[in-house]
Each structure stands twice: as C-alpha cells, then as structure tokens.
C-alpha cells in the first residue's frame, strides 16, 4: 500500500515538474534570453519603448524585421509570415555602460548599441516574446549590460 502511494505521488511531482517546466520564462533559447507574455503586441511593444525612454534612454532606431522577412520572403517563395502582427527591435544605448563597455576594450563598440526584440509568432495568439542576445563567451564587461537588458525586460512581464 505505502510502495503504491509513493509511485501516484512519484507521477504527480514528475508530471507536475514536466509541466511547470514547460512554461517557466526567461528561458534561452539559442544565444537569445527568451521572454513570453500575454497579451497584444501593440500593447508590449508599446510598453517596451515606455520602459527604455522613462530611464532616460533614447531609442536610436527600430529595426522592422516582419516587414523586411515579409517582404524578402516574397522573392523566395514564401507565402506565409512567421510574425502574424510585428517584430521589431530597438536599438539603444545607456552612456554609463556603454563608456565602461569601450575603454575595458575599444573594439567592443560592436557592442553598442544595445537591442531588445518585441514579437509575435504564427500559430501562438496571443503570446507576445520579449527578447535579447546573451553576452558573448568571455565578456564579463558586458553583465551591465545584459542587467540593465533584463531589468527593462522584467519590468514589463511584471505587468502581464
């Protein structure tokens, strides 16, 4: 009888941790540090530019990746778009950082400035991913960075 109830209760954590595992965020993926929330892109999007600008950071651009895959897609044969509503990345930077970032290495301005994805996916409605690149093997310079990246991100999940 013991031997009995441990095995359901042995199967209820197992499944129990197979399946809160599977939706545990940030999670990385590839050289990406992954975020999803729900809601609508416009909406996270929109709070992504709030939180980057409110810390007195500006935006030197936004990279319009759905637009320019929908539109190379196209050419090559694709008639489907991966990102249903958009997926942009915004570039910035953070002073303080990024003169700390240079002077350990001048040859890091590669990486500045600083970016974060906002994004749908096909097949996934109402899920929007946050996203940004993981500091590259032996830059311990870059944690600022990858902690201010997270910072951004946390405080927009935590509204979700």
């Not at 940030?26 to 809601?39: C, D, F, L, S």
């Not at 030197?60 to 694709?78: E, F, P, V």
Request: glycine share 6%.
């Amino acid at each position: 009888m013991f031997s009995r109830m441990l095995l359901i209760v042995g199967c209820f954590l197992l499944s129990f941790t197979s399946w809160a595992g599977a939706e545990t965020w940030p999670q990385r993926i590839g050289q990406a540090m992954v975020w999803q929330v729900a809601g609508s892109y416009e909406d996270v999007r929109s709070d992504l530019a709030d939180a980057i600008e409110s810390r007195g950071m500006v935006i030197s651009y936004i990279s319009h990746a759905k637009a320019m895959l929908d539109r190379t897609g196209k050419d090559l044969g694709y008639t489907d778009s991966v990102y249903p509503t958009g997926a942009e990345i915004f570039l910035f930077c953070k002073a303080d950082i990024s003169q700390k970032l240079v002077r350990v290495n001048p040859h890091h301005v590669v990486l500045c400035p600083y970016a974060i994805a906002v994004y749908d996916v096909a097949g996934e409605p109402g899920k929007v991913y946050l996203s940004y690149r993981v500091a590259p093997e032996g830059t311990p310079e870059y944690k600022p960075v990858e902690q201010l990246l997270r910072q951004l991100i946390e405080s927009i999940v935590e509204n979700y």
